[in-house]
């Protein structure tokens, strides 16, 4: 409900459901905040996006845990490196990463925004999960070991 409560409510489906449906799929993380574009692109909407991202920093968190990625912000002049070398990013973005340039899909787990990298749909990451595996991809082009899984 605390969720539900800063969704715009128009249930427009632009996210594929209703803003109810919606609120439950981002407790359950099937689903990531930046699906409901109306928050992102309406004006009005900032100050709910921004409370929004507050209430779910938890879960994105617990999810980055779940991979083990480090991100440190600090050290990322955001370069781009990483962003281009992701499989997943190369795979799920064929007119951007797939081609050497910045991300131009909502499908990739790393881009740069503001100069620093930032992480999404990380239960897309080849170490995520079940059957992870040990992907390194992300980690050796970095030039100043802004990113790590510490627990190998
Ligand atoms: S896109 Fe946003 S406003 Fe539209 S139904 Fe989904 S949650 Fe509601
Ligand atoms: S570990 Fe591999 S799949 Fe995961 S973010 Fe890094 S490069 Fe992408
Ligand atoms: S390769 Fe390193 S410095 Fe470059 S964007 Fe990625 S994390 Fe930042």
Redesign the pocket.
């Known amino acids: 409900m605390e969720i539900y409560k800063l969704l715009p409510q128009t249930n427009c489906k632009k996210c594929g459901e209703t803003c109810m449906g919606f609120a439950f799929k981002l407790l359950s993380k099937d689903l990531t905040l930046d699906k409901c574009t109306p928050l992102f692109e309406e004006e009005e909407y900032a100050e709910e996006k921004k409370e929004l991202e507050e209430l779910l920093k938890p879960i994105t968190e617990a999810e980055m845990t779940e991979t083990g990625l480090v991100?440190h912000e600090e050290?990322?002049?955001?370069?781009?490196?990483?962003?281009v070398a992701c499989p997943v990013n190369v795979a799920e973005d064929p007119t951007g990463c797939a081609i050497g340039k910045g991300a131009s899909s909502d499908k990739v787990i790393?881009k740069?925004e503001n100069g620093?990298?930032k992480a999404a749909n990380i239960k897309t990451c080849r170490r995520f999960g079940k059957y992870r595996i040990l992907c390194n991809a992300?980690i050796t082009?970095?030039?100043?070991k802004?990113?790590e899984f510490p627990g190998g």
Do not use: D, E, S, Y
């Open positions: 991100i050290l990322c002049f955001g370069c781009g490196n990483c962003v790393l740069v620093k990298v992300c082009p970095c030039p100043t802004a990113i």
